[in-house]
């Protein structure tokens, strides 16, 4: 492998005197092999402050959610679960973690899915909160069932009873969004479509639900990774494209948008996002559970540092940094599409940052700033190996993959049991397919889910490779 010394060619500042937080520094870098790394440095956002207890209870069992299923109903179809795991108190500690039981503002006892439907996880079978759901399913259509449940609520409860109209928002946004969210595998998530169908149907100022939606949203999905919350920490903006800067606890509101009535909610909600925001901020990356060669990590240190810590930053604990990069699309050149998403011209777009960045989610005291300036973001490596599959769109089931862009299988099945992990090639076990067998298998032909780009470990021999994954268990 060559040397890597890397040249900081030229440095482009735009505003730089200006404090400006829109202000961009756009870098070259030339590597010795001649290649130019175009990359963006992410300008730090200032966030406001909360209490971790406060905010990880209000995450755990808050009414963030104000419309959902009535209790009964939840437990007639799926029973009653001991497992726990959050250590909840009353009725949530009888109910699967990642839906919450809330009294609805009208007084009826209902249940509404929580943050933690994506953004927890088991490895092992041990819950891991804050790890990205690697399993979940939106391969079907989520409003299939609704015409069964809703007849069964308005047949049980009647369509005057509070249950009724605790459940009708919920049932509104499921109708809206379940034809528009669905992908060709599991295990990849549609978060930034149903953002974009919640907020199709509502008044950017107000909030207000309209059943016609205000523009036409179609059906194409482009699918995600879910980031593991223990590196917002380190970061100057949420997102794989870095499209939300300034205030981050403003877009967790974006989750109430599935079932609030009107801004009052979304109000008291803001309120309490700081507090959860210093929660996620507080939690950190899980430990690696098997054995760990410390003399081969050494090695593989040094190779990280030189290769690899430019754009990922590095991990000593004396001198640690993190560069905050946006790496350009030509120089990441993995799959391009959920960069182009935001970029592209479109009504979609025009309606999209006009509706968050001017109206209350953009505007007031703590306002968000939506702004997308193409390429992904270098993400901190810190517990990397629980967060397989790989890239911010799931397309790569191990490290040793991302690794060796010729090795990556185009299409790979796996068992979505949660103790099928691979401590060789650190990430999920896999079957190599000849053609997509189900939704178990991840096809990188198809729109969005490409598998291409990211060469930047193979020029590293394979022993040079261990040596790096061995390094990477120990962040
Ligand atoms: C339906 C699934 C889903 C739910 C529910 C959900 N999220 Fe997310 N979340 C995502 C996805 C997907 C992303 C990544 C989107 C992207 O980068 O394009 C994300 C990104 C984030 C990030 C940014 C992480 C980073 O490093 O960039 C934070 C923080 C976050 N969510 C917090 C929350 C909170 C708080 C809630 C509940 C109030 C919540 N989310 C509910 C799917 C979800
Ligand atoms: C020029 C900048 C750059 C260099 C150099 C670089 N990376 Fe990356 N890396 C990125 C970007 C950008 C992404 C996100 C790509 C995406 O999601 O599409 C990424 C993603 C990854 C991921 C996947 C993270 C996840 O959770 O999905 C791993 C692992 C990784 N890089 C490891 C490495 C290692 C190891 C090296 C050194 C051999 C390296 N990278 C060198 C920019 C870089």
Redesign the pocket.
């Known amino acids: 492998m060559k040397n890597p010394l890397f040249l900081l060619l030229s440095v482009f500042l735009l505003n730089s005197c200006s404090s400006d937080s829109e202000s961009i520094t756009s870098e070259i870098i030339e590597t010795p092999n001649d290649e130019v790394w175009e990359v963006i440095s992410i300008p730090e956002s200032i966030q406001r402050t909360g209490d971790i207890e406060i905010g990880k209870d209000y995450?755990f069992s808050g009414n963030?959610m104000s419309s959902g299923i009535p209790f009964a109903v939840y437990n007639a179809i799926y029973g009653e679960n001991s497992e726990n795991p959050l250590e909840r108190t009353g009725v949530n500690a009888t109910i699967a973690y990642n839906y919450t039981s809330i009294t609805a503002a009208n007084g009826a006892q209902i249940v509404a899915?929580?943050?933690?439907?994506?953004?927890a996880a088991k490895i092992n079978d041990e819950l891991i909160v804050g790890l990205?759901?690697h399993s979940?399913d939106f391969t079907t259509n989520r409003a299939d069932l609704e015409p069964v449940l809703t007849a069964g609520i308005i047949q049980f409860y009647g369509l005057d009873s509070p249950e009724y109209e605790a459940y009708e928002q919920f049932k509104n946004s499921i109708v809206a969004i379940g034809p528009k969210t669905i992908t060709e595998s599991i295990g990849v998530?549609?978060?930034?479509k149903?953002t974009e169908v919640l907020i199709s149907h509502r008044d950017k100022n107000t909030l207000a639900w309209n059943d016609t939606p205000y523009i036409t949203v179609d059906e194409e999905v482009i699918p995600?990774?879910?980031?593991?919350?223990w590196?917002?920490k380190k970061?100057n903006?949420?997102?794989?494209?870095a499209?939300?800067r300034n205030d981050?606890c403003k877009?967790?509101?974006?989750?109430?948008l599935?079932t609030l009535n009107d801004i009052t909610k979304a109000v008291e909600v803001d309120a309490k996002?700081p507090d959860?925001?210093a929660y996620?901020e507080s939690i950190e990356a899980p430990e690696y559970p098997y054995a760990i060669d410390e003399d081969l990590a050494t090695t593989g240190k040094e190779l990280f540092n030189n290769t690899c810590s430019n754009c990922h930053g590095n991990y000593d604990s004396d001198d640690s940094f993190y560069p905050n990069s946006l790496v350009s699309l030509g120089t990441v050149n993995t799959d391009s599409e959920?960069s182009n998403h935001y970029t592209e011209t479109s009504l979609l777009n025009t309606y999209f940052f006009d509706w968050f960045n001017t109206g209350y989610f953009g505007t007031g005291e703590n306002g968000l700033l939506l702004n997308a300036e193409g390429g992904y973001?270098a993400?901190p490596l810190d517990g990397v190996w629980a967060t397989a599959p790989y890239f911010?769109n799931a397309s790569v089931p191990t490290i040793m993959d991302v690794l060796n862009s010729e090795n990556r299988p185009e299409l790979w099945s796996r068992t979505f049991d949660d103790s099928d992990y691979d401590s060789t090639k650190l990430g999920w076990n896999y079957t190599v397919e000849t053609s997509k067998q189900n939704t178990q298998t991840y096809d990188t032909s198809l729109k969005g889910y490409g598998n291409g780009g990211h060469t930047f470990g193979d020029e590293l021999t394979d022993s040079e490779r261990l040596a790096v994954l061995e390094y990477l268990k120990t962040l």
């Open positions: 995450l963030f899915p929580n943050c933690l439907n994506c953004h990205g759901n979940v998530n549609t978060a930034n149903i995600a990774d879910v980031p593991a919350w590196l917002l970061k903006a949420m997102f794989h494209t499209l939300n981050f877009s967790f509101i974006g989750a109430s599935l996002m959860v925001l996620i959920l973001v993400p911010h």
